[in-house]
């Protein structure tokens, strides 16, 4: 645009990673020329001659050459080819700004002009001032963005080796916990067992966890597969919440569970049963000791909901909208121990089953997380 508005040609040239100016973009009016100006971007600099370019990289002020005559000229010469490139593109006015961000000079633009175009003025200087100003933003921000993608990948390639890492020995410790329990006999068995119950428990909780971690690497690498079978949702819930009926007592939280017979469909019953445990353990956990109700129905012929709903601390309006995304959570973790990836990794079973997760809540009042299902799910769904 500004070879095309302003000037007759314009390069841009970016400080490359090693501290060398690249030219990275390069137009003439007359587009066949463009050629021309990217090899004079190409020409290395020769001490002692002028050039704008460079004087302004150097010192990260503008450099505006309004009249370049016939000893300007010669004065800017680097050599043979550069006077030839420099007869082809006979510039009369030249003006070099920097793209300057936090005291550094990530490039710098040259425009320059020739007959017949106008020369440059000082109010050229100024519009292509606030240019530069804007193309360094821009590279701050895509720079910005390159850096966050790449720390989120660092980060997802880390919870991927982590997790498998911390799998082989906790699977190991379980066994280990198996064979200790069939050996322990008499009287050290009676003292031994109650310890092996909480370490049993212990390890049952780690190793919950690291599956949370698994599945969100897997998740983010798109490598997790439904496998739908003949389920009733109702059993599927009444087993959950027969299942978690010590966390919940533990919680302090009496549990009702309202489904009314038979809710036949076809799903993943490890994936489904999964949602349900989360739920349901986010439910005891921030229920502070309240009534939690469990109702499960069809919605029309095609469509099953289930929701658990406690009367605990609620969740702000402004944490709604967060909350099933990865690591994000709403309360405090001295008072709440978590990870934030239950809702995450339910809201991604859920839309694998074609379905939805909702939740209402009001602070201090409780929650109400709803999933709707279609009866039947795709074999395979696209992670
Ligand atoms: P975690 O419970 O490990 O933090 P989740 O993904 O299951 O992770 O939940 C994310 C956040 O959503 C929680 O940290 C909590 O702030 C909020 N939350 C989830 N369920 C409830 C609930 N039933 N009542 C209040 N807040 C909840």
Known sequence: MAARNVATYCLVELMGADGVPRGVAASHREPER??????????????????????????????????VGPEL?????????????????????????????????????????????????????????????????????????RDAQAAVRLRDEFLSVASHELKTPL?????????????????????VRPRLATAVRQVQRLSAL????????????????????????????????????????????PVR???????????DSLRLDQVLVNLLTNAAKYGAGRPVLVEAAFEGEEMVRVSVRD?????????????????????????????????????QIVDAMGGRIEVESRPGLGSIFTVRLPRSTAQCAPW
């Not at 002692?48 to 309004?66: D, K, V």
């Not at 597969?225 to 009926?245: F, H, I, T, Y």
């Open 34 to 67: 463009d050629g021309a100006v990217l090899a004079s971007l190409s020409l290395p600099w020769v001490d002692g001659t002028l050039h704008p370019a460079r004087e302004c990289f150097l010192s990260g002020e503008t450099r505006f050459l309004p009249e």
């Open 73 to 145: 000229r010669e004065r800017m010469c680097q050599g043979p080819e550069h006077r030839a490139l420099l007869e082809a593109l006979n510039p009369h006015s030249l003006l070099a700004v920097a793209v300057r961000m936090r005291g550094r000079t990530l490039g710098v633009i040259t425009l320059g002009t020739a007959a017949p175009c106008r020369r440059l003025v000082t109010a050229d200087v100024a519009m292509a001032e606030e240019l530069a100003r804007r193309v360094a933003v821009a590279l701050e921000n895509a720079s910005l963005y």
């Open 171 to 191: 699977t190991s410790l379980k066994l280990q916990h198996g064979l200790i329990d069939r050996a322990a006999l008499g009287d050290v068995g009676d003292k």
């Open 210 to 253: 690291v599956d949370s971690l698994l599945d969100v690497s897997r998740m983010s690498l798109g490598r997790l597969k439904l496998e739908p079978s003949d389920v009733d949702l109702g059993q599927a819930v009444r087993d959950a919440v027969d299942r978690m009926e010590e966390v919940f007592s533990l919680a302090g939280c």
């Open 257 to 267: 569970v309202e489904v009314p017979g038979p809710l036949p469909g076809k799903w």
């Open 311 to 347: 009367e605990g601390i609620g969740i702000a309006a402004e944490d709604l909208p967060r909350l099933f995304g990865r690591f994000e959570r709403a309360v405090s973790d001295r008072h709440y121990g978590g990870l934030g990836l239950g809702l995450y990794i339910s809201r």
